[in-house]
């Protein structure tokens, strides 16, 4: 947790750029996470064992006469309480997560306190050391509330911890980010997958964007919204799905928010949207909180004067929104109206012969399991079972996991034997081997690799992709993304942000696609990108988040890419761009300004890297 020891010697020439490897502390990760698990699960084990040990045992598995389990009172008692000790013991795990994790979160903020800045990723820093260990503690906290029983606890948790303050009556539905670093008003709603990103990683040697987000009251987010790393939603505003914003964009709130990037929607639009016509509106418009009285007089007024119908007139709409975007209409083409459909390897629908490969394997592994587990509780004392009790549940686990794996691997193999896996262009329909065997190597893989997912430690999964044919090193991650486990190859210290997803194969319409993708080292793919199959990535190479690549796209090295589908945008210079200057955007005003702010680095550090001041000095 300390900064580096060694000494780093300025650059001879004040021009180079110095480019360290990120200082990824993983003996820290997994000590402040076993803390964690070891102490969460020892006390409510202790509780559970003496209810077990002092009322369960005797006065239910002890009876002679199991009518008496229901007459006589003690019995009775113990046999109903079952369920609601259970119910307390997990709840008090929750507790004791939220407890401990608060624990070392204030101790690192004691140590490096989260401020909003630029974090240089090219330089080794205390700040980004404390930075990613924040990072990783908090993740397995917000995965036992989120995907929990009871997931409408996650508010307690982080307001309890301290990574970001919620406000009363505001629910935040299941995501892979809103974890840190966000404040929150109260009677706000934020839809599934929506991405409150304080966070932003510009590339394996760029910057972390890190700006608090401060969302005011009555923020209502659909499902796939996204809000960037500095942004300030006011009050009272509204945004439709996929509706997304750019770093530091101000929204002023009281009207409706659309598209990427974020833009102000009228309310005569919002009628389009939702199908409604004036006598909707009317029906509604003493409902509490209804302020458009004057479109709605005035919507009544020209519908009286041209005695149009109750419906929308859609074409009128369109051309308006045409003329408004500014799109040559004379110049459209196909390819510009053409839908770009792709799925995930793991298809909708699961053949249930194919299901048949899981018995096998859950018997087997839990064969393994059973053998552990009789072993720990054969002839120990109970100090002894009780206190390796947490490390004989997070052994049980993973040694499941790792049998599922195993016995998958094998599974295989053997069809491997019978049909090798090949690149190409198949038929997706019953009856083209390929296509067959593809979907029986996806079925046979994709319940190891999704426990290894949804476990502990989710960045774990790379030991079932390297096992089941990926051609990576442990230096590169996947944080919260899914990878297909074949035709994968990644270089080194490649970084695969939240909720992005690399496809070596694909069903377009009614052909199979499989095609190796390349990613060569020093990689960076945003969160909830897309990279579709015979995709060649090249060295230093950074895919903004939300974007996708197309089939066989070759990018450049050292390049930032963007969009759907991906195009070239800028070189990739961001470890040697000015980085004390940030760019707000103003949503409702369509303004940009510029404001200075200090970059969050040790001051020993500072040295290290260059600012166009400096160049404009010389």
Known sequence: ???????????????????????????????????????????????????????????????????????QARPLVTFLSMPLVLIGCYLLHLFLVGLFTRFFWKFTEKMSPSKSGLIPRNIRSRTANYYHIRSFMI??????????????LSNWFFNFVGSSKIGKGSTLEESLVNDKFVEIGSNCYIGVNTALASHLVQGVFG?????????????????????????????????????????????????????????????????????????????????????????????????????????????????????????????LTTDDLALDFTTSSAISRVNIKFLAVYLPIFWLAGLIVSILWYWYLEDKNW????????????????????????????????????????????????????????MLRTEIKKIALWFMHNSPLPWTDLVALKLFGVDMDSSSHLNDAWCDAEFITFGRKNLIGQGATIMSSMVVGKYLIIKRVVCEDYIMV??????????????????????????????????????????????????????????????????????EHEVNIDKDKKELFNSEKEDEKK
């Open 526 to 595: 945003g969160g909830a990108t897309t990279i579709a199959p015979g995709t060649i990535i090249g060295k230093e190479t950074v895919i903004g988040a939300l974007s996708s690549t197309t089939v066989n796209q070759i990018l450049e090295p050292m390049w930032v890419y963007f969009g759907y589908p991906a195009i070239k945008l800028k070189e990739n210079k961001y470890a040697e761009e000015r980085r004390d200057v940030i760019l707000k955007r103003d949503v409702d005003g369509a303004k940009k300004y510029e404001m």
């Open 139 to 152: 993740k397995y906290g917000k995965n036992s509330f989120v995907k929990g029983a009871f997931s409408w």
């Open 207 to 331: 910057n972390i964007i890190y700006f608090k987000i401060n969302i005011g009251d009555n923020v209502t987010g659909a499902a796939m919204t996204g809000i960037g790393p500095g942004s300030e939603v006011m009050n009272e505003s509204y945004f439709l799905p996929l509706a997304s914003t750019s770093k530091h964009s101000i929204i002023k709130g009281n009207n409706y928010y659309w598209g990427i990037p974020m833009r102000k929607i009228f309310r005569k639009k919002i009628m389009l949207y939702l199908g409604l016509t004036p006598k909707d509106l009317e029906k509604n418009e003493n409902i509490e909180g209804y302020k458009d009285k004057k479109l709605l007089k005035r919507l009544k007024a020209e519908e009286f004067s041209k005695n149009v119908s109750d419906e929308p007139v859609e074409i009128e709409q369109k051309i308006e929104d045409l003329e408004e975007e500014k799109i040559d209409i004379e110049r």
């Open 383 to 438: 100090v002894f079972i009780l206190s390796f009790l947490p490390i004989a549940i997070i052994s049980s686990i993973y040694l499941f996991i790792l049998a599922c794996i195993l016995f998958s691997k094998l599974f295989l193999i053997f069809v491997n034997l019978i049909h090798k896996p090949k690149e190409g262009i198949f038929k997706a329909e019953i009856g083209d081997k390929d296509f067959e065997f593809w």
């Open 1 to 71: 947790m300390s900064e580096e020891s060694e000494d780093i010697d300025p650059p001879p020439n004040q021009n180079e750029v110095v480019k360290e490897d990120v200082n990824l502390q993983f003996h820290l990760y997994i000590l402040i996470f076993m803390c964690i698990f070891y102490s969460s699960w020892v006390i409510p084990g202790i509780f559970f064992f003496v209810y077990l040990l002092k009322f369960f045992y005797p006065f239910v598995l002890e009876t002679t006469n199991f009518l008496d389990i229901f007459i």
